[in-house]
């Protein structure tokens, strides 16, 4: 009976054991966080990591601190973030690009995409639009690819750089459209756009939100955008999809992750609140020309890990696979 009363006593022990473990960190969070930013103040994604922040922070009741730790397309935060305790105290928001994209094209890298963090949330998608001048001659997505069919390398395209969102987007629509058009990279999307508007580049992917204010003033004619369905913010855009490109899709996203090993009472609890900061800023996201995803974790690893892949086979056929 002794024996059977002690072996009784050690179940119970070994599930209060398990139980305490599943619930661990009940007290979480007891201080302040910090959000990592990986590009300058002021930036688009500056601006929704401090809405989702602020959120957070109203949400938990503790202050969410963020920290601009720019560079380097995003690799000094992502090496910043990996080297911190997983405790939730420390979190990021990245990108497909810094995620996806840097993996398909270096060689070397810091981090590793998906040993070094723990995913959090895609919170949100950010279209791309296929943007010509106004005054342009390509006055349809057709008449453009026609015109790069019977003249190959005769049109020339700009991004913010080799690697960008721009320009595996551009190279995409190459791919799928089988046409032969010049990539110009700049340093950054300013100086690509100002190429643009005078004349010195034919086209260029302009996140949705911009491309519809440079509509509006009449800067800009959008031939089509390269997300799945089309958007709020630019409803008689039509996809690449409808315009004969099937399959394509350009759509970068933004979204939050932390150091790999966190406790998974702790990612639920961010996660959670996450998504109620999305859901609460839903609207303004849309009229900036987000489209909100507010995606599990699990979502977001399956995400990374088919990008990779996808970014990874088409920078092969571009030529830009494992640069150093």
């Given amino acids: 009976m002794r024996l059977k009363k002690l072996a009784n006593m050690l179940v119970v022990a070994v599930a209060a054991v398990v139980t305490t473990s599943v619930h661990a960190k009940p007290d979480f969070p007891n201080g ?13 994604t500056d601006t929704l990591a401090r809405m989702v922040g602020q959120a957070v922070a109203e949400d938990l009741k503790q202050s969410v601190i963020v920290e601009n730790h720019a560079g380097a397309g995003g690799t000094i935060a992502a090496d910043y973030v990996k080297r911190q305790k997983p405790d939730g105290y420390t979190w990021m928001l990245t990108t497909d690009g810094i995620l996806s994209v840097n993996p398909s094209i270096y060689k070397k890298l810091n981090y590793d995409s998906l040993k070094d963090f723990t995913p959090l949330s895609v919170a949100v998608a950010a279209p791309l639009v296929l943007a010509v001048r106004a ?21 020339s395209y700009g991004s913010a750089g080799v690697g960008s969102s721009q320009h595996m987007a551009g190279e995409l629509m190459k791919e799928m459209a089988k046409v032969d058009i ?17 004349g010195h580049i034919d086209m260029m ?3 949705s939100a911009s ?3 440079l509509a509006d003033q009449g800067k800009l004619r959008l031939l089509g955008i390269g997300s799945p369905k089309r958007v709020a913010a630019l409803p008689d855009v039509a996809t690449f999809d409808e315009l004969g490109l099937k399959g394509y899709d350009s759509d970068t996203w933004y979204g939050f992750n932390m150091p790999a090993g966190a406790d998974e009472a702790v990612v639920k609890k961010l996660n959670d609140s996450i998504t109620k900061a999305l859901q609460k800023n839903r609207k303004t996201l849309e009229q900036q020309g987000f489209t909100v995803v507010a995606s599990t974790p699990e979502e977001m690893r399956i995400s990374t890990e088919n990008n990779i892949t996808k970014w990874r086979d088409l920078a092969k056929k571009a030529g830009i696979y494992q640069m150093q």
């Fill in 182 to 198: 010049t990539h110009v990279p700049y340093r950054g999307g300013a100086p690509a756009m100002a190429d643009l508007l005078g």
């Fill in 211 to 213: 491309a519809k204010d």
């Fill in 135 to 155: 005054d342009s001659p390509y006055t349809s997505m057709q008449a453009l690819i026609d015109f790069a069919k019977a003249n190959p390398q005769k049109l």
């Fill in 205 to 207: 992917f302009v996140q």
């Fill in 32 to 44: 302040p966080m910090k959000l990592i930013v990986p590009y300058a103040a002021g930036a688009s």
